[in-house]
């Protein structure tokens, strides 16, 4: 859709990454990922790493290719089709390769990130606490430090990558008595015997992707592992969330497009009463208003990463990010539920692999923050940048026919 806004370099990197997804991935290990016969698809990342994909935002001296965020939602949309757990696959190395780039010293970069982006060591975050993920400077794991390490301990649940991951981005409270934003800190801690992870949950959708419990237990993680320092993960996980919501936001453009591109087709070739369905109104005005729903999303996300690129202050790429977050996961679920209805019965069979990518929508209104908290975030950001501007626009109030009578302005 805004083909015409994008830069040739990025035409040509959609191109590739089309192809990518078009040949790497084989639909059996999709079958096995959905059975739940696959735990970690780990060949999915060796495939994202020979063909340079992961961390593709980071500098190309740390294995990325110094991209910027127009060309990430691209590859999001484009890697969404395949799903949402393949998608948050690909996602989870921006995610916590953001806070090793932004904020991690040189020895991190080149002990995580580098081996990271070149598929090395797999990476997970683990953010949420079985006592909720949406209150997360509530968090109850402690890190105390002994000398030369921190023990952490704590259970954190629904890690994606639980099993699979080499080393998890963990916040912990090291300072139990500051406030709540400066009580939490970020560690990076490698596997270990330490660490017992579990995939334990019977998922809806998004199988395969390993999301199971971990408890860490008196874990000893070195000192030159935490990221900026103790009490800075409240600033750290603020930035995470760039990426962790507006990737979500774009994958899902993906997720939404493969259901109605197998609904439109469907459309010309199934026949009702002596004719091809797509010549009833009921059907093809459904297809309108998805299409419609698609590249309103595409503009937001669009709209969200240009801004981000071109430098947007912090508190307006936090509400940018989640109005794209809440706008497209209502979006597609929408798309992909009105898609199913012009499949009629077949398309809520495992036939066509739209009630696979239903089950894996499902999520989008609830993981990497739910459409609650979005909607926390986009009114807080909102009223702080309007009650602290002078407003310098036409006094609409004035153009009332009474305006004059100031006395019945009442505010209780
Ligand atoms: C398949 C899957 C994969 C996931 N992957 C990861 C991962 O890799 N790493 C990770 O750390 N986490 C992951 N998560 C966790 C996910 O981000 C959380 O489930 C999510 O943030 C919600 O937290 P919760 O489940 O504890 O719900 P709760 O926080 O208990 O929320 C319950 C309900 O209360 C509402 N609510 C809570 N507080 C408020 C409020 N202040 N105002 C209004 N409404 C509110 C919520 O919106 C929700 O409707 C994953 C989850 C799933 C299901």
Known sequence: ????????????????????????????????????????????????????????????????????????????????????????????????????????????????????????????????????????????????????????????????????????????????????????????????????????????????????????????VPKENVIMGEGKGGKIFYQMMVPERLSTASGFIGLARACLHIATKYSTKRKAFGQVIKNFQAVNFMLADCITYLDATRAIVFNTAKSIDAGAPPALQRRLVSESKKFSTKACWKVINKSMQIMGGIGYTTVYPIERLMRDARLGEIWTGTTEIMNLIIQHEYYKEVLSEKWIGRDVELDALDAEHEEEKHYG
């Open 1 to 220: 859709m805004y083909d015409y806004l994008l830069s040739e370099e990025n035409k040509e990197f959609r191109e590739e990454v089309r192809e990518f997804v078009k040949n790497a991935i084989p639909p059996s290990l999709l079958k096995k990922m959905d059975k739940d016969e696959v735990q970690y698809p780990s060949e999915w990342l060796h495939a994202l790493a020979k063909q340079n994909l992961i961390g593709i935002r980071f500098p190309k001296e740390y294995g990325g290719r110094g991209l910027n965020w127009e060309s990430e939602i691209i590859a999001q949309e484009e890697i969404g089709v395949l799903g949402s757990s393949l998608a948050c696959l690909f996602s989870l190395p921006s995610i916590c390769g953001e806070a090793l780039n932004k904020f991690g010293t040189e020895e991190q970069k080149l002990n995580y990130l580098k081996p990271m982006c070149e598929g090395k060591k797999f990476t997970a975050e683990a953010l949420t606490e079985p006592r909720g993920g949406s209150d997360f400077f509530g968090a109850t794991s402690t890190a105390v430090k002994e000398g030369d390490y921190y023990i952490l301990n704590g259970e954190k649940r629904f890690v994606v990558g639980a099993e699979g991951a080499d080393f998890f981005l963990v916040y912990a409270k090291t300072n139990p008595n500051a406030q709540p934003r400066d009580a939490l800190s970020l560690f990076i801690v490698d596997k270990s015997e330490a660490v017992e992870a579990a995939y334990i949950y019977g998922l809806l959708g998004t199988r395969g992707g390993g999301a199971g419990r971990i408890i860490f237990k008196d874990v000893e």
